[in-house]
C-alpha cells in the first residue's frame, strides 16, 4: 500500500527571524526534555516543578489549576514528585486541614544551577546591543508574544499554561 504523500510545511517567505523563533521553540523543549532527565521527571511533572519554583509553594488545589488537572492526577504527580525528593508535603499554615506542596531546596539548586547560567546569557546577548537596537528588539519580541497569546487561547479566556520561568522574568 502506498503511503500518502507527506510533504514539508512551507512557511514561504518567512523572514530569517521567523525561522529562528521556531528553532527557539524547538530548542526549549530540548533543553526541557534535559532538564527533566536530569531531575528523573516527566514532562508533566517538570511543569509542576516550574510553577512551585516561582511560586515557592501552592496548595494541591492550586496546582491543579495551574497544570489544569484533575485533583486526582494532581495528586500523582506530587506523590511522584515527593517520591524523587522533589517536593514535601506541608501542613498549610493558613488552613489547619490542608497542605501546601513545597519544592525542596536541593531539587531548586539542581534545576536552578541548569537554568540561571543559560538566562544569564541570554541577558548577556541582548546587552551587545546599544540601546535603540534593544528597544526595537523588545518591542518586536512583544508583538511575537501577543501574536502567540492571541493564536494559543479563545479570546474570551486568557491562556493558564503559560511557561512559569517567563512569568519569574517579568517579575
Given at each position: 500500500m502506498a503511503e500518502p504523500d507527506q510533504q514539508t510545511p512551507s512557511f514561504g517567505d518567512s523572514h530569517?527571524?521567523?525561522?529562528?523563533?521556531?528553532?527557539?521553540l524547538d530548542v526549549t523543549e530540548d533543553?526541557?526534555?534535559?532538564?527533566?532527565?536530569?531531575?528523573?521527571?516527566?514532562?508533566?511533572?517538570?511543569t509542576a516543578m516550574q510553577h512551585l519554583i516561582v511560586?515557592?509553594?501552592?496548595?494541591?488545589?492550586?496546582?491543579?489549576?495551574?497544570?489544569?488537572?484533575s485533583s486526582a492526577a494532581v495528586t500523582s504527580v506530587i506523590?511522584?514528585?515527593?517520591?524523587?525528593?522533589?517536593?514535601?508535603?506541608?501542613?498549610?499554615p493558613d488552613d489547619r486541614r490542608g497542605t501546601i506542596v513545597v519544592p525542596t531546596p536541593a531539587s531548586v539548586g539542581r534545576a536552578m544551577s541548569r537554568i540561571v547560567?543559560?538566562?544569564?546569557e541570554i541577558d548577556h546577548a541582548i546587552r551587545d546591543f546599544d540601546e535603540h537596537e534593544q528597544v526595537v528588539?523588545?518591542?518586536?519580541?512583544?508583538?511575537?508574544v501577543e501574536a502567540y497569546r492571541?493564536?494559543?487561547?479563545?479570546?474570551?479566556?486568557?491562556?493558564?499554561?503559560?511557561?512559569?520561568?517567563?512569568?519569574?522574568?517579568?517579575?
Open positions: 530569517v527571524a521567523t525561522l529562528l523563533l521556531r528553532e527557539i533543553f526541557e526534555r534535559s532538564l527533566g532527565d536530569e531531575l528523573s521527571v516527566n514532562a508533566t511533572d517538570l511560586a515557592g509553594s501552592l496548595s494541591p488545589t492550586g496546582l491543579a489549576e495551574r497544570l489544569q488537572l506523590d511522584r514528585l515527593e517520591g524523587l525528593g522533589h517536593v514535601q508535603r506541608m501542613p498549610n547560567p543559560m538566562i544569564t528588539i523588545t518591542r518586536y519580541l512583544t508583538r511575537v492571541a493564536h494559543a487561547a479563545p479570546l474570551d479566556q486568557p491562556s493558564s499554561r503559560a511557561r512559569p520561568w517567563a512569568d519569574a522574568a517579568n517579575d
